[in-house]
């Protein structure tokens, strides 16, 4: 399994590339913000070639260049819908200084957009990625994990120490609660956890010492063991 990626623009958006190998068809997730650059200098130094780009959210960091990545080799571009609209309208995620923040800034949607549902199974790339709905910092927020949980890419629902931010359109915090009580809990230790912003990190270190998670375990209800 290959892995690269690197912090893109103001934001300092994780993007991140997977492939089977090097020299292999690989996935771009999350092209956030002046991330063409970056995605291309990837591709060349382990000779991948992009088959899709998916999308945890639909927030302007994680989606400013996908229409390019996208146009540029013809691929498509996957986001849950209740977060499609802010690929053509960002400001609509952001509060009301969105138009003195992005300056004017116009995007638009890829020529092919298709949607992510919960529990769908992407095979793309010789990679299996099994999507969750995980809402709650926006309403389509979604995590991607790798067979047997050994990976997840969980966009901004669970950082190193923290959690994305609730107080923007579409964000609601009972709803991320329910989302790492559902979706972050029930993994094991092990995984590693692959964040929209900041260092990696483990299931099994936020356990322990992320407040967020620590108050997230009485939703996860009886049943939902903690190791």
């Known amino acids: 399994m290959l892995i690269a990626g690197f912090p893109a623009g103001a934001f300092q958006t994780n993007c991140y590339v997977v492939a089977p190998a090097a020299g292999e068809e690989c996935v771009v997730v999350d092209p956030g913000q002046d991330a063409t650059d970056g995605v291309d200098e990837l591709l060349r130094e382990h000779r991948l070639k992009p088959v899709a780009v998916l999308l945890t959210h639909g927030h302007l960091d994680h989606v400013w260049s996908v229409a390019p990545v996208c146009g540029a080799r013809d691929i498509p ?18 509060s009301g200084t969105s138009e003195s923040l992005f300056g004017g800034l116009t995007l638009s949607e890829p020529d092919d957009v298709r949607e992510l549902s919960d529990g769908a199974v992407l095979r793309l790339a010789g990679l299996e990625l099994v999507v969750d ?32 931010r609730t107080d923007l359109p579409g964000g609601d915090h009972a709803t991320i609660m329910r989302s790492l009580a559902t979706k972050c809990l029930p993994l094991p230790d092990d995984t590693v956890v692959l964040p929209g912003h900041g260092p990696q990190t483990t299931i099994g270190r936020e356990r322990v010492a992320n407040p967020y998670l620590k108050e997230a375990a009485p939703h996860a209800g009886p049943t939902q063991g903690i190791s």
């Open 77 to 94: 571009a996957w986001i849950h819908p209740d977060d499609r609209h802010l690929l053509s309208d960002p400001a609509a995620g952001w």
């Open 133 to 164: 709905h995980t809402p709650g910092h926006t309403r389509g927020s979604v995590s991607f994990r790798l067979p047997d949980d050994a990976i997840m890419f969980s966009g901004d629902l669970l950082f190193a120490g923290s959690i994305g």
